[in-house]
């Protein structure tokens, strides 16, 4: 078997008004994050977090934000498509693991609807899928309500022959 982990990192500003969507669900929140997509910072961190295990680059390099295809795209479908990339490479995903850094709002209770929503997109099982979460203790543009970001890794695998 080949075991392969990835990393993943996102930041979005945060501007007031706008939608907040966070690990494919819409958080109730007076700001929301501001991208060329639905901003997602959680699934665009799983998505480079599984890009980078399979060595097939980053979000961007697949979906461009130069790119009017992927303007407003609910981020659900780009984890999808990387999801079906990863198994068109012959991986299968073992789990994530994902930190979202924000100081409001408390996103506790929407963990397992996350969790969730996650797993059906990427086909796991909801246990497969951890998402944390922290605040920035007031520090910097997180502990300003100015942005947030999330971290994620990825494990995927693929059973592989011993022959010579």
């Known amino acids: 078997m080949k075991i392969k982990v990835g990393l993943g990192f996102d930041v979005h500003q945060l501007e007031n008004g706008k939608d907040f969507w966070l690990g494919g669900i819409m958080i109730p929140h007076d ?21 980078g295990a399979a060595n097939l680059r980053d979000i961007g390099y697949h979906f461009p934000n130069t790119s009017l295809k992927y303007k407003g795209i609910d981020s659900k479908i780009l984890l999808k498509e990387v999801t079906q990339l990863i198994k068109d490479k012959g991986y299968f995903i073992g789990n994530i693991d994902a930190t979202l850094c924000l100081e409001a709002p408390k996103i506790n209770p929407f963990i397992p609807q996350m969790q969730n ?33 999330a971290y994620a890794v990825a494990l995927i695998y693929k059973n592989v022959s011993n022959e010579v």
């Open 31 to 51: 700001k929301g994050a501001v991208g060329h997509s639905d901003a997602d910072v959680l699934i665009h961190a799983i998505c480079d977090a599984l890009l």
């Open 117 to 149: 929503v996650l797993s059906k997109v990427m086909q796991i099982d909801e246990d497969d899928v951890s998402i944390k979460a922290t605040t920035n203790e007031t520090l910097g543009y997180v502990g300003r309500e100015q942005g947030v970001n």
